[in-house]
């Protein structure tokens, strides 16, 4: 019977308890499921390895050779069996703890041992090694690479170990060898791209004769894994595309006022790429979805605004959402402020100012009424707020555009909320300071176009960087004073991981009572989660109003803040950070002209990945070369941006971050499949629609809007 269809049950070496956990901790229904378990490792049984060649304690090995001596330590329970055991060349200790008196050795036998090394007084020695004497040995074991597969505890429980998934996937073998499989890429791809049919990659990813095989078979499975991502995401494009949307195509009075009179620096060469691409968009009649990427700093506020005039322009109106009540207040104050020359301009050539309003949590009900009665008139142009914005009261006569600030802090159906707010979805604008790798950006934001600002403002100095342990305070609190007095502002951010737990507050109030006493003389500001809005505003605008010098806060300043004239920013228990995070802390400080510090402090004993964290902060500026690195090392699970988000698929053998460059052409390959076909009509791709119906990796709501 075909594989894909077999009931896991009723496959040798399984039956109706052992289906039942297998369909719980793996989601194994079928045969065809289960050959889809890919081992996570394989031993290499054909090698053996002399004692001298073992270098790690993390690699199962095979040896041949022989006992030459041995002897119990110990009585009873207690009771240890140690033995020399010798390849001819040099010797290593092999030793039992458990079940002594089972242990039969003889001198005189050729023994072939299997077993993981392990480091006990910098030497090596095996624990509960696996002997058996060369005579046993059944010859095929000593071939190829085994393999071994992720279980879970009540796997074990039920005896289903690497070993008997093991057995299970062998006795399916024969099966797939003889009937084959339809396979899930057509001829012509597999052909194109030089892969593996699909029967001959499952054979070999579980049972290869030698590592380039298994290479193969694996380049072949990831691919598919890729690809069909890939077609998802396209295909979701594509229909995104037909989306009809409001066409703006005039470039009118507010945009020509503020560009040619207000503009108070030259836009970047970036900026003016992003905001043409912008243009571009919402002039083709059809909806825009484009995330803005720019690393901190790099000016994504003046395009956001520039933006939302050409909206106003046409007769829309425009609105900005900021993730914190901090940022989208700032926000507003700085359009507020860009905007000013327009209002006062007597000018009659020049167009009155956009007419534009707040709205978070903490606009009471009175200022509200308003401002909603304002938005249905229409009398409103850009509205900025928090997600207090998305409210069913909160209603527009014409929304045309929404921006998205640091994007990544919202979630799916809260940005899916702004579709609604007019009768056709308003053009989407998301922007992130959080770079993003590219194979990342392709997967997670692979439906949306992208736009870059690759610039910085001139004139920036970049952020020196520069790691200590907690042991030098007294040199950087002198360091704090010399800044301070050169008219300087200064940062120390805690980490708030969770905003709840009372020890991380508990750190923040004793850091600030610490330098309350050591700088008697400064005025020093305290920022945090649990503070009332209100008072938390009051607190930021004395140190944004040069009135206090220090602004001890946890990371509620981690986004979006902007104050030039603070030039360090020194962040406590660097360790608990992320890269990310860490870089767009860094971002609060290089606004100004002065040349600016950022200090990482830990304490002097750390892990290796720590060490490597902190490096990589003292050794480059570069978000992106920070994003790439920090996918090398956490993975795509756990990057910052995708944390709340999560990636809407699971990967089950691709890598995002060790397979950009196969991730790259199978999205090429889904292109053109979808572009001579985007709806998987032809009868000769009937099986890539199939299959994405199977996979069903459109979970959920992913793709509503990104
Ligand atoms: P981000 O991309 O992090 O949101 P902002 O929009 O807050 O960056 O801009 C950071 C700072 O750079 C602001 O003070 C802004 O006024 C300034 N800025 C933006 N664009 C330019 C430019 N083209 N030239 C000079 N300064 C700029
Ligand atoms: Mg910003």
Redesign the pocket.
């Known amino acids: 019977m075909d594989l894909s269809i077999r009931n896991i049950e009723y496959c040798k070496g399984v039956g109706a308890k052992r289906a039942d956990i297998l369909r719980k901790e793996l989601g194994v229904k079928s045969a065809l499921d289960m050959l889809y378990q890919f081992p996570y490792k394989y031993i290499d049984r054909s090698r053996f390895y002399f004692i001298h060649e073992i270098e790690d304690d993390d690699t199962y090995v095979q040896l041949i050779g022989h006992i030459t001596e041995w002897h119990t330590i110990g009585i009873g329970n207690a009771q240890r069996l140690s033995a020399t055991f010798t390849d001819g060349r040099h010797t290593i200790e092999l030793v039992w703890f458990k079940g002594v008196k089972y242990v039969k050795l003889e001198r005189n036998v050729q023994y072939l041992l299997f077993g993981k090394p392990s480091r006990f007084n910098h030497q090596y020695n095996f624990v509960h090694p696996e002997l058996t004497p060369m005579s046993k040995v059944q010859p095929e074991l000593m071939q190829g690479l085994e393999p071994h597969y992720n279980t879970t505890e009540p796997m074990k429980r039920a005896g289903l170990n690497s070993k008997a998934l093991r057995t299970i996937i062998a006795h399916l073998i024969p099966e797939l060898q003889q009937q084959g499989m339809v396979d899930t890429l057509g001829m012509d791809l597999v052909q194109r791209y030089h892969l593996m049919r699909l029967s001959e990659a499952l054979c070999n990813i579980h049972f290869p004769k030698d590592t380039p095989t298994m290479q193969k078979a694996r380049e072949r499975l990831k691919f598919e894994e890729l690809f069909y991502i890939q077609l998802q995401i396209l295909r979701q494009m594509k229909r995104r595309e037909q989306n009809v949307g409001f066409s703006m195509p005039i470039v009118g009075k507010s945009f020509h006022s503020f560009y040619q009179n207000c503009l108070?620096?030259?836009?970047?060469n970036a900026?003016k790429r992003v905001v043409r691409e912008i243009q571009t968009d919402i002039k083709s009649g059809k909806q825009m979805n484009r995330l803005l990427q720019?690393?901190?700093?790099?000016?994504?506020?003046?395009?956001?605004l520039l933006t939302a005039l050409l909206a106003v322009d046409n007769g829309y109106q425009a609105c900005i959402m900021a993730p914190t009540e901090i940022l989208a207040n700032q926000h507003y104050e700085?359009i507020q402020q860009l905007l000013s020359p327009l209002t006062s301009s007597p000018h009659h050539l020049i167009a009155s100012s956009p007419k534009i309003a707040l709205l978070t949590g903490s606009t009471t009900a009175k200022q509200r009424q308003p401002i909603h009665e304002q938005l249905r008139s229409g009398e409103i142009n850009i509205l900025i707020g928090t997600h207090a914005l998305l409210e069913d009261t909160v209603q527009f006569a014409n929304l045309g555009l929404c921006i998205i600030?640091e994007q990544h802090r919202f979630g799916v159906a809260q940005r899916a909320k702004l579709w609604n707010k007019n009768t056709q979805p308003p053009h989407i604008l998301v922007?992130t300071?959080t770079p993003i790798p590219r194979t990342l950006a392709m997967t997670v934001y692979g439906d949306l176009q992208v736009s870059i600002?690759d610039e910085l403002?001139?004139?920036r100095k970049p952020v020196h960087t520069l790691h200590y342990s907690i042991q030098r305070r007294a040199s950087i609190n002198q360091f704090i004073a010399q800044q301070i007095d050169m008219g300087r502002q200064v940062y120390v951010v805690y980490p708030l991981i969770n905003e709840n737990e009372k020890l991380d507050l508990h750190d923040l109030t004793n850091g600030y009572n610490q330098l309350c006493e050591t700088f008697p003389e400064y005025r020093i500001s305290m920022v945090h989660g649990q503070m009332k809005a209100k008072d938390k505003d009051e607190q930021m605008q004395r140190f944004v109003a040069g009135e206090t010098q220090i602004l001890v806060a946890t990371t509620v300043i981690e986004v979006?803040v902007?104050v030039?004239n603070a030039s360090v920013m020194i962040i406590e228990n660097a360790e608990r950070f992320g890269l990310s995070q860490l870089h767009q802390l860094r971002?609060r400080v290089g606004?100004g002209a002065e040349q600016s510090y950022c200090i990482l402090l830990t304490r002097v004993e750390m892990s290796k990945e720590t060490r490597q964290r902190m490096d990589i902060m003292v050794a480059t500026n570069d978000g992106f070369r920070i994003a790439e690195a920090d996918l090398q090392l956490r993975g795509p699970g756990d990057l910052e941006g995708t944390q709340q988000s999560g990636l809407p698929f699971e990967l089950h053998i691709a890598s995002l971050s060790t397979d950009g460059q196969l991730l790259e052409v199978a999205r090429q390959a889904a292109m053109e499949v979808l572009d001579a076909d985007p709806l998987l009509e032809q009868s000769h791709n009937r099986i890539y629609k199939q299959r994405l119906d199977y996979l069903r990796i459109a979970a959920g709501n992913w793709g509503e809007i990104s």
Do not use: C, E, Y
């Open positions: 108070p620096f030259p836009l970047t900026q720019g690393d901190v700093g790099s000016g994504k506020t003046i395009v956001a700085t600030d922007m300071a600002i403002p001139p004139g979006g902007n030039p971002g606004r």
